[in-house]
């Protein structure tokens, strides 16, 4: 328990498992060891996955943010660490590897003296690890029929903070860039909303102080100077325009550089502002508009960027209570290595403003642009689309949740078919792993309610599973 309590942990397990003595311990290592998952997503054997997990969550001590502050606050570092370690081990049989790695835990427990309660916490980590993620990356933590769920689940704010650190290092040991910055604030945003709830206390992220501080930050940066008492009221009027969980997972530099464009917005125009972001190696694209400029905005914009070659690895779509829609998207961008040129940022963002304000149609940009068809070729073997609808969830939105192998221009596919539908994409969240899609989209019919007509939902499902089918086989064609 030493060993696993740190400091120099996963060295240590390191240098055990290739001297073979770690199996001793934990016999699950030496079934995984040079185990492959055969998939694009994962980059090493599921051993040397396990072991650069516990490296990356013994990394956070240097974190300075809230995951840094997180870890270095967990009492037991020893079970946290060993759940790391263990998180994966039941892969390789028939089992759901969680269920597997469950009973491989309670088995690790008892072997190492644990009482009843630290081995229930480790199960219980092990078992549910994929649970934040799935909870952050596919729903809104800001429903109140998410996070109370999570947070029972959870129960307990050590557990919390364990289930956080290991969910982040899972990720970043998948492979270089998978943690994004983006996903790093999802999952903080559920971490902080859930924290209220498992500790009994109302300041974590929802406080009025801690938006008060944002407000104040913002308002200082000089793209909104002016009288400082003014401008720090209209931002905290401007924040109030905003879902909690933008305010809360974006930065005060950021929000400030949002708010700028919105105070510059007329009605009827588009603004489109894109930057590389060297840290992450991609680009971002922001569009502040009005969601009455023309329908279907968010299928368009990726209309457009589908034309442009450009590849959508996140989007964060946010309609403000105001009606006034920012939308952001991290993009890669394959014709260049590093920073594509300014021109190029600006001939795309142009190219949307251009469709948002009926000066072109989107189906134009997509027939000019031939990368298309020069995308690369599906492999031989795929995973079947599937497209399940959740009306449970949310009170307000009928949520699906869609997975599909990847291709340029899917996305534009799916948005578009909820468009020509009749329907409306009130939130999203789009995650791209590498040859896989797990996106999740908040739907709503022409007067703003979900779905409830058992015939709709139907023609919902079967429509996006259809003409996703119909653009891979066209693709493979």
Same mark, same amino acid.
């Given at each position: ?11 240590t397990?390191?240098a ?88 491989l835990?309670e ?23 994929l ?9 809104? $933590? ?5 996070? &109370?769920?999570?947070? +029972?689940?959870?129960?307990?704010? #050590? %557990? !919390?903070?364990?289930l956080?650190?290991?969910t982040?290092a ?21 971490y902080?909303?859930?924290?209220s ?54 930065? $005060? ?5 949002? &708010?700028?464009?919105? +105070?510059?917005?007329?009605?009827? #125009? %588009? !603004? ?7 840290e ?47 939308d ?22 142009d ?15 997509l ?15 795929r ?11 949310s ?31 009130h ?51």
């Open positions: 328990l030493a060993i696993l309590a740190g400091p120099g942990t996963a060295k397990l390191e055990m498992h290739r001297a073979s003595v770690l199996e001793k311990l934990v016999p699950a290592m030496g079934t995984v060891r040079g185990l492959m998952q055969f998939n694009q997503y994962h980059k090493y054997t599921v051993d040397e996955h396990s072991l650069l997990a516990v490296a990356r969550a013994e990394a956070l001590a240097q974190d300075q943010g809230v995951m840094g502050d997180v870890y270095r606050s967990i009492k037991r570092k020893d079970l946290l660490h060993l759940a790391v370690l263990l998180h994966d081990l039941g892969k390789g049989r028939e089992e759901d590897h969680s269920d597997v790695g469950k009973r835990a088995e690790v427990a008892a072997r190492l003296g644990f009482d009843e309660q630290d081995m229930r916490t480790l199960s219980f980590l092990v078992h549910r690890h649970l934040m993620a799935h909870t952050a990356f596919r729903r809104d $933590p800001n429903d109140v029929k998410v996070v &109370l769920p999570f947070a +029972r689940e959870v129960g307990t704010p #050590e %557990v !919390l903070k364990k956080l650190v290991l982040a899972d990720i970043a040991a998948v492979g270089p860039g998978v943690l994004t910055k983006w996903k790093e604030s999802l999952l903080i945003e559920l902080q909303l859930t924290m709830e498992v500790s009994g206390e109302r300041n974590g992220a929802g406080a009025p102080e801690r938006v008060r501080q944002i407000a104040e930050e913002v308002s200082r940066h000089p793209l909104l100077a002016g009288q400082a008492g003014e401008t720090l009221a209209w931002v905290e009027s401007q924040l109030g325009q905003f879902p909690e969980r933008y305010v809360h997972g974006t930065s $005060p530099s950021r929000i400030a550089t949002h &708010l700028a464009a919105v +105070r510059r917005l007329h009605v009827g #125009e %588009v !603004l489109v502002e894109a930057e590389f972001n060297g992450l190696g991609t680009c971002e694209y922001t569009v502040v508009t009005h969601n009455d400029v023309t329908p279907g905005i968010f299928s368009k914009i990726a209309g457009v960027m589908a034309g442009s070659g450009v590849q959508i690895l996140d989007a964060q779509i946010l309609t403000r209570a105001d009606g006034i829609v920012v952001t998207f991290q993009v890669t961008d394959p014709d260049y290595q590093g920073a594509p040129p300014a021109e190029r940022l600006r001939t795309v963002g190219r949307i403003a251009s469709v948002l304000k009926g000066w072109e149609h989107v189906d134009d940009v027939r000019r642009g031939a990368r298309l068809k020069l995308t690369r070729s599906l492999p031989k073997a995973e079947a689309t599937e497209v399940r609808i959740d009306n449970e969830t009170d307000a939105y009928t949520i699906i949740d869609v997975f599909a192998d990847d291709r340029q221009g899917l996305l534009y596919v799916i948005t578009n078919t909820i468009f020509q539908l009749g329907l409306s994409i939130a999203a969240r789009i995650s791209t792993r590498l040859d896989q899609v797990a996106d999740v989209f908040y739907i709503a019919d022409r007067r703003g309610k979900k779905l409830d007509d058992h015939g709709q939902l139907e023609r919902l499902r079967t429509g996006v599973e259809t003409a996703i089918e119909n653009f891979l086989e066209a693709k493979a064609a």
